[in-house]
């Protein structure tokens, strides 16, 4: 319990949230907005916003060495039809409309997500018959889900069980990440989310120290601090395990300090971590899974069915 209290200490409490996220996103478009209870700001966006920043974004990714993009150009050339005005809004929203930091994690993405899916896949949509066609054993495992649920402010929540990792069920690990980018694009389509950040919950009172998967650690790390345009607007870590610790000590290495103190671990009883998660930031029994005390239930091979049979 020392241990955990210890590691407590480098994340933020649901006591003192708002307190603990010092490095919180802003830009001019913030400015004079009120911290909301994760303690972030959201832009008033505005068609004037939107199309100077729009033209902004070029400018800077104009700056960025030709070296430095290659899989820019690559994706320019390769699928087009992909690089829309709404996929290019994604990252300025991520980065509350500093359009210097969206060109960055533009490129970062496209280097990224051909690491992950390689040449021959990275250009093709990100759909259960395109890129993520040979991966249907790693989605097998559910370990990342998509709620149909939303949180007070419509922003989409997964939920993330590490116990369910097993590495005989995938060759390497990229194809799990694989899943893992899937899953947050599509939580990525509803705009609240784009626009106000995502929630993942992480189910973590079954993990067995043997599935800690530190290379797919990494890339989600990865994935999630500098390329995927998403904001992360918290972490709730539930039932973290005894050896929580030492995993943490590995991970937080590869952490940015905002997506350390966006980590909010929650012990004791499914009783009192459903308490604190509704008093604290709204999420009540009825948008929360069964496996932690909620009345959701979830099926995740349903919800894949229903977007292969849609085309998603």
């Known amino acids: ?48 916003l939107i199309s100077r920043k729009r033209k902004e974004f070029d400018l800077e990714l104009d700056k960025i060495p030709t070296a430095d993009k290659v899989n820019v150009l690559k994706a320019q050339s390769q699928c087009p039809n992909l690089l829309t005005d709404d996929f290019i809004l994604k990252f300025l929203r991520c980065e509350v409309f500093n359009a210097d930091l969206a060109a960055k994690r533009y490129v970062k993405y496209w280097n990224k997500r051909v690491e992950i899916f390689g040449e021959d896949r990275a250009f093709k949509p990100l759909t259960l018959s395109g890129a ?12 990342m889900t998509l709620l149909p649920s939303k949180d007070p402010s419509g922003r989409s929540i997964i939920v993330y069980d590490p116990s369910k990792l097993d590495k005989t069920k995938y060759d390497t690990p990229q194809s799990i990440v694989r899943t893992y980018w899937y899953v947050i694009h599509a939580a ?27 290379t797919v650690s990494k890339y989600l790390l990865a994935s999630m601090q500098g390329a995927i345009p998403v ?36 012990s004791g009883s499914h009783e009192k971590t459903l308490k604190k998660l509704e008093e604290h930031y709204g999420l009540t029994a009825d948008m ?10 979830v099926d995740h091979m349903g919800w894949l069915q229903q977007r292969r049979e849609k085309g998603l």
Request: charged fraction near 25%; proline fraction near 5%; aromatic fraction near 10%.
């Open 1 to 48: 319990t020392n241990q955990l209290d210890t590691v407590g200490k480098h994340c933020a409490s649901y006591k003192n949230i708002k307190r603990s996220f010092t490095t919180k996103m802003t830009s001019e478009a913030t400015a004079g907005q009120i911290e909301d209870v994760y303690g972030q700001v959201h832009p008033v966006e505005t068609p004037d």
């Open 132 to 143: 993520l066609k040979d991966d249907d054993v790693p989605f097998s495992l559910g370990v």
């Open 188 to 214: 990525l389509e509803n705009r609240d989310c784009e626009k106000k950040g995502l929630i993942m919950i992480g189910d973590t009172q079954a993990t067995k120290f043997r599935q800690f998967d530190r």
């Open 231 to 266: 904001r992360s607007s918290a972490f709730h870590l539930v039932k973290p395990p005894t050896f929580f610790h030492i995993i943490y000590g590995f991970l937080k290495v590869f952490m940015s300090e905002r997506m350390r103190k966006r980590i909010l671990l929650h």
């Open 288 to 297: 929360l899974p069964t496996e932690i005390g909620g009345n959701l239930k």
